[in-house]
């Protein structure tokens, strides 16, 4: 094909037609490779003046063609996405400049998901029937780390699943593996044994924006803080430091509902005119339906990468969970017999709850002071923490107190951290010892240092911890202080963007340096993190290898750092 300028895009469909995107001549054209004997090129997009009319482009650049033959243009000067169905010269806009700041590329799925190269935002998005939902770059601005990006120009996925990016003023090729747990928006960092965090808490939401209930939070792999103001039948959230109330429609939140967040953005918590109806809640449209009917109050929900619903259910004594793939879907009970008690498979007030991937439930039992885990398929629970404890070692753990934790969540390792309700401390669990994180002190004169009843903890994917603050009326946020170890390890590779990274340390005079691991296929990795893999061409293959970048960061916090560790109770 000979076409009279450049092709900033270039696309070959099912029937072998090659498509241009001619960006100066603001057109897209195509011309047959094998079947179309006279050879001609068509204009299938565009007339050839720049501008925003259906029928019209704007400096075109990545360009898509499915499999019924419809176009896909990054529409670069009107930033926009355009469809141009198949026959049809004039485009529908899918995604508008209200969300887009020059996208270079395009790409769909299976699913009719788009994959958008938001250049001006220095981000990849991905648009679908939930709205649009930043993957990649989500931090705001552009810059060199390798969870950031500098004008990104194009991207692609392999056959697994991992999306390459075109980072082009970063003169780099990033690598983006599909993790395991993609289906699952909750974050689990990685942290040294000895990290620590910033004693006094920054108040995220307090009494004015959450009302007296300071109890159901979540936070997203993008790092988007959700939080249940009980009293207005509302939700808030935090993104960039920008504050939003969402206001569900046509049903009030339970007292005590919890919230989770799936992979699309729907919201799932407990309508509190029935008990135990759990309804998905699409907040771009500002419509709910119900997905679930428990026999009881839900007090803790969690959804696993199965797409399975778990309920928590205080008054029943039970645990239960449904799929969400199946509308004919059965309640299913996964432990405790209904009847309040003390052994191993039964509850007294089941409280928050989390599953890992193996499908391991994890559950904070308040009435009997103690941790409960439940590998799949058992009925009978081992307590790790608290009340009876059976974990084997000479550790402090087994000198651990705990009043009525209410939540538990896990980080990368498996390690536990644990809302220790009527403490009003978080505490972090490691093999057979344990150690007091944020609320240590109950001396102290310093209000932000001190909890009132720590009803639920979240991580972000840096590793700073979100405690629902109860009897305070607010949710504070406590940032990760230190995470160095005692000398560098390599982890196995983990490439998610924002979900179970690792996040290890190492101290030295000039600055903190961040130390990752990765693989090398013949190529040569320049940084890598939790987020991407930088690839340049290689003279030498190579097969694995550590790298080192360093970067200084300022403490948020003029507090001293803790390093409590091992108190009992009544410290």
């Known amino acids: 094909m000979y076409v009279n300028g450049s092709c900033f895009g270039l696309f070959v469909d099912r029937d072998k037609n090659l498509y241009c995107s001619l960006r100066d001549q603001h057109r897209v054209v195509k011309r047959s490779l094998c079947c179309d004997s006279n050879k001609s090129t068509t204009i299938v997009a565009g007339n050839g003046a720049n501008g925003s009319a259906p029928n019209m482009l704007n400096q075109p650049s990545g360009i898509f063609v499915d499999i019924k033959l419809n176009l896909y243009v990054a529409d670069y000067g009107n930033n926009r996405i355009q469809l141009f169905e198949y026959g049809n010269l004039n485009g529908m806009t899918l995604v508008d400049g209200s969300l887009l700041n020059g996208p270079t590329d395009i790409k769909v799925d299976a699913d009719g998901n788009l994959f958008i190269v938001d250049q001006g935002n220095h981000r990849i998005v991905r648009f679908g029937s939930n709205g649009l939902y930043c993957i990649i770059g989500c931090s705001g601005a552009n810059g060199a780390e390798s969870d950031q990006f500098n004008l990104p120009f194009a991207l692609a996925f392999d056959t697994y699943g991992d999306i390459f990016v075109l980072d082009r003023d970063n003169r780099r090729i990033q690598k983006f593996r599909l993790a395991r747990n993609a289906c699952v928006t909750y974050n689990r960092p990685k942290f040294c044994p000895n990290a620590t965090w910033n004693v006094d808490g920054i108040t995220v939401f307090d009494q004015s924006l959450i009302g007296n209930h300071a109890r159901g939070i979540f936070v997203d792999s993008n790092d988007t803080l959700y939080a249940v103001a009980q009293d207005r039948s509302q939700i808030l959230t935090l993104f960039k430091n920008s504050t939003n109330l969402l ?6 939140l339970a007292n005590y509902t919890g919230i989770i967040v799936s992979i699309e953005g729907e919201i799932y918590l407990e309508n509190g005119t029935e008990s135990g109806r759990i309804v998905k809640w699409t907040k771009n449209t500002n419509t709910s339906v119900s997905v679930a009917y428990f026999p009881g109050y839900c ?6 990468h199965n797409n399975s619903l778990y309920c928590s259910m205080k008054e029943k004594n039970a ?90 969540i896990l980080d990368a390792d498996g390690n536990l951290f644990i809302a220790d309700n009527d403490n009003s401390r978080i505490i972090r669990v490691i093999h057979d010892a344990y150690h007091c994180v944020v609320g240590c002190n109950r001396n102290s004169t310093t209000v932000s240092e001190k909890l009132n009843k720590s009803y639920a903890v979240r991580f972000d994917s840096r590793g700073n911890l979100f405690v629902a603050d109860e009897y305070n009326h607010r949710i504070q946020n406590f940032t990760l202080a230190t995470n160095s170890c005692d000398s560098t390890t390599t982890e196995a590779p983990t490439t998610q963007v924002t979900t179970e990274a690792p996040i290890t340390q190492e101290t030295t005079a000039a600055a903190e340096s961040t130390t990752k691991a990765s693989t090398i296929l013949a190529t040569t990795i320049q940084s890598t993190t939790a987020a991407g893999t930088t690839i340049k061409p290689a003279t030498t293959t190579t097969t694995t290898l550590t790298t080192t970048s360093t970067s200084t960061s300022a403490s948020t916090s003029t507090s001293t750092q803790t390093t409590n560790s091992s108190l009992s ?3």
Do not use: H
């Open 247 to 252: 206001s569900p429609t046509n049903f009030l």
């Open 299 to 304: 007090y803790g929900l969690f959804i696993d």
């Open 319 to 408: 645990v239960v969970k449904m799929s969400l793939n199946d509308k004919t879907s059965k309640i299913v009970n996964v432990t405790g017999t209904g009847t309040s008690g003390s052994g191993l498979d039964q509850f007294s007030k089941p409280w928050g709850i989390f599953v890992d991937n193996n499908f391991t439930l994890y559950v904070a039992e308040c009435g009997n002071n103690r941790i409960q885990r439940f590998q799949l398929g058992e009925k009978n629970g081992t307590t790790i923490a608290g009340n009876g404890t059976t974990i084997a070692g000479n550790g402090t753990l087994k000198n651990l107190e705990l009043k009525c934790p209410t939540d538990i």
């Open 569 to 571: 109770p009544n410290s």
